[in-house]
């Protein structure tokens, strides 16, 4: 699948197109097909190192469906 990541802090210049594994859901759990994905602020705000929430790096982006 297709995935906006970042391996670094910084500005939208740090933000990579990037290929990863399909998800495979676990016992319980299903997975969607997403034709759109948001960015909120929260998502900036990680990026530029302002919020962590426990993140660690790289970190994709995107996840408002």
Known sequence: M???QFKQYGGPEVLELVDLPDPHPAPG????????AGISASDTKIRRGELSF????????????
């Open 29 to 36: 759990q299903v997975r969607i097909t997403v034709r759109a």
């Open 2 to 4: 297709k995935a906006v």
């Open 54 to 65: 426990g993140a660690t790096l790289p970190q994709t982006t995107g996840a408002d469906v």
